[in-house]
T-cell receptor, first 111, second 114 residues
Framework: KQEVTQIPAALSVPEGENLVLNCSFTDSAIYNLQWFRQDPGKGLTSLLLIQSSQREQTSGRLNASLDKSSGRSTLYIAASQPGDSATYLCAVEGGSEKLVFGKGMKLTVNP | GAGVSQSPSNKVTEKGKDVELRCDPISGHTALYWYRQSLGQGLEFLIYFQGNSAPDKSGLPSDRFSAERTGGSVSTLTIQRTQQEDSAVYLC????????????FGPGTRLTVL
């Protein structure tokens, strides 16, 4: 059974720092990995999707990498801003179409 | 274009009542997913539709839960005889056919069972 872990559960940083968010998964047989952002009381916003054949994806200040063999992904946020404050979720998809989620990491960026 | 929409946004009901939650996927998306987000359990898969059929219902927690999809579009998740442990945010997602594409999520329905 696939399990996804995100550590730490929460992080508080001053504005401007470069951040690395970690995600690990137990079964390397995945189709893709997706990073989401969730604001309080809202749904999920897709940030980046990395297909199993890819090593990384970039969007603006965000860069996500994938190492399937070691069961790890990282989300890099450059020059963090208060508007980046949210919960970040990592999810993997195996052969069953469904996403398996980590419990998320709550990020607070202080001005 | 329009994203995934869900209604109602909030639903408060009494224990034992039935509720229906609705999901309108992005137009043209053939796959539709229901997930549940609760404080203790995080985000959990409930059921997946490809067109109008549900190849995977493995996440439905009990036979009180059912879902249908009609016309390859709108889906309804029904919870019968609601219990307090059903209180959660129910999220719907859709995507185009390929397994390599992103799932796009709606804003969710917050269900509170008193």
């Amino acid at each position: 059974k696939q399990e996804v872990t995100q550590i730490p559960a929460a992080l508080s940083v001053p504005e401007g720092e470069n951040l690395v968010l970690n995600c690990s998964f137990t079964d390397s047989a995945i189709y893709n990995l997706q990073w989401f952002r969730q604001d309080p009381g809202k749904g999920l916003t897709s940030l980046l999707l990395i297909q199993s054949s890819q090593r990384e994806q970039t969007s603006g200040r965000l860069n996500a990498s994938l190492d399937k063999s070691s069961g790890r992904s990282t989300l890099y946020i450059a020059a963090s801003q208060p508007g980046d404050s949210a919960t970040y979720l990592c999810a993997v998809e195996g052969g069953s179409e469904k996403l398996v989620f980590g419990k998320g990491m709550k990020l607070t960026v202080n001005p | 274009g329009a994203g995934v929409s869900q209604s109602p946004s909030n639903k408060v009901t009494e224990k034992g009542k039935d509720v229906e939650l609705r999901c309108d996927p992005i137009s043209g998306h053939t796959a539709l997913y229901w997930y549940r987000q609760s404080l203790g359990q995080g985000l959990e898969f409930l059921i997946y539709f490809q067109g109008n059929s549900a190849p995977d219902k493995s996440g439905l927690p009990s036979d009180r839960f059912s879902a249908e999809r009609t016309g390859g579009s709108v889906s309804t998740l029904t919870i019968q005889r609601t219990q307090q442990e059903d209180s959660a945010v129910y999220l719907c997602a859709s995507r185009s056919q390929s397994s390599y594409n992103e799932q796009f999520f709606g804003p969710g329905t917050r269900l509170t069972v008193l």
